[in-house]
């Protein structure tokens, strides 16, 4: 169920970007399903064509659709291939600190400092990184000169 607030301050383009990259990422929108045609769902939201075609061309660039020519658009697998990354990277972490001997507690402060602050590693190999170096999620994406 995707509802624009016309009186919200944020441009209906971003209110449907991120509602439809929040049910991608929460799993309501499965992979590979497909989305309704930019003109369908503009006429059903009772939007700009160009609205939701902006929308639709920013959540494929952050890789969470794809579009496949006159075939539509679908969820893309790029969120599920981040998460295989994540859990790889835990298991590579686990064993790291089962061979120094640190207890779970132990661990699990030292993930959440990482989390928490605010230093970024470098930009190859983090987590749920897109091949393009920008991370998934992030909004507005970068824009290239």
Not at 68 to 80: I, L, Q
């Given at each position: 169920?995707?509802?624009?607030?016309?009186?919200?301050?944020?441009?209906?383009?971003?209110?449907?970007?991120?509602?439809?990259?929040?049910?991608?990422q929460?799993?309501?929108?499965?992979v590979?399903?497909?989305?309704?045609?930019?003109?369908?769902?503009?006429?059903?939201?009772?939007?700009?064509?160009?609205?939701?075609?902006r929308?639709?061309?920013?959540?494929?660039?952050?890789?969470?659709?794809?579009?496949?020519?006159?075939?539509?658009?679908?969820?893309?697998?790029?969120?599920?291939?981040?998460?295989e990354?994540a859990?790889?990277?835990?298991?590579d972490?686990?064993?790291?600190?089962?061979?120094?001997?640190?207890?779970t507690?132990?661990?699990?402060?030292?993930?959440q400092?990482a989390?928490?602050?605010?230093?970024?590693?470098?930009?190859?190999?983090?987590?749920?990184?897109?091949?393009?170096g920008?991370?998934?999620?992030?909004?507005?994406?970068?824009?290239?000169a």
């Amino acid at each position: 169920m995707i509802v624009i607030d016309a009186a919200s301050p944020v441009p209906p383009f971003e209110q449907l970007r991120a509602q439809l990259a929040r049910q991608i990422q929460e799993r309501t929108l499965a992979v590979g399903a497909r989305l309704p045609t930019i003109r369908h769902l503009a006429a059903d939201l009772g939007l700009a064509v160009n609205t939701v075609g902006r929308a639709y061309r920013e959540l494929e660039e952050a890789g969470l659709i794809e579009t496949r020519g006159r075939a539509g658009s679908f969820v893309s697998a790029a969120g599920e291939e981040g998460r295989e990354r994540a859990r790889r990277a835990a298991a590579d972490y686990a064993a790291v600190i089962a061979s120094v001997g640190l207890d779970t507690a132990e661990a699990i402060r030292i993930v959440q400092a990482a989390l928490t602050s605010g230093r970024r590693a470098p930009v190859r190999g983090r987590v749920g990184e897109e091949p393009s170096g920008r991370r998934p999620g992030r909004w507005p994406p970068p824009r290239h000169a």
